[in-house]
Every structure is written in C-alpha cells, then in structure tokens.
C-alpha cells in the first residue's frame, strides 16, 4: 500500500514563500512520478505541477510557472514543492500523489489528505 502525507502548509502573506513536503510511504518511489494538485473553495482540483520517477521532465501550470519549483528526493522518499511570490489566488488545498507517469498524473490512484495553504492580501 502506497500511503502519502503532506506538510508544511500554513497561513503567509503575499509575495511570501511556503515550502511543501509530500513522504511517501512505499517500497520504491521510483516507480512513480509525482504530482501536485490544490483546490480553492468552490472549485475544482487542480494540477499544480508534476515530476517524472527521474526528475528530467518536470510539467507546470501555467499559472504556477516561474514561482514554483518541483522537486523529489528517491533516496527519502519524498516530493517537495516550493512556492514562491504567492498571491491570494493560490489559496487552496494541496494535494500530493503518485502516479505512473507525468502524462497521466491525473489519474493517479494514491493521494495525500491534503494540506492547507492560505495567502492573505
């Protein structure tokens, strides 16, 4: 069983940085590429950012690029998601998850409960 638990989620204002970490609990986690989803009040979820097994292809949002940054450590057995020049529009709910490649991330079968993350203006 593939278990995933985030932190590091918090309250920060605008133009400030959080760093999120997502552990895995798995015999190898190189046999999944990671992802990274949030979900604001109201809306949908939504892809963020993933990483493949490896870390050479790594896949932003539009709206997240140039501020965040995707990392992964196999050896800990973790995915980290660094967030810099937040605005308040990034409030959310983020999600970490493992899936068998960056193309299908959307499709992964194994999520994180998710850690809240809140910009104030």
């Known amino acids: 069983q593939v278990r995933l638990v985030e932190s590091g989620g918090g309250v920060v204002q605008a133009g400030g940085s959080l760093k999120l970490s997502c552990a895995v609990s798995v015999r190898t986690l190189t046999s999944y590429a990671m992802g990274w989803f949030r979900q604001a009040p109201g809306q949908e979820r939504e892809l963020v950012g993933a990483i493949s097994w490896d870390g050479r292809t790594i896949e932003y949002a539009d709206s997240v690029k140039g501020r965040f940054t995707i990392s992964r450590d196999n050896a800990r057995k973790t995915a980290t998601l660094q967030m810099d020049s937040l605005t308040p529009e990034d409030t959310g709910v983020y999600y970490c998850?493992?899936?068998?490649?960056?193309?299908?991330?959307?499709?992964?079968?194994?999520w994180g409960q998710g850690t809240q993350v809140t910009v104030s203006s």
């Open positions: 998850a493992a899936g068998y490649a960056v193309s299908v991330i959307q499709k992964a079968p194994y």
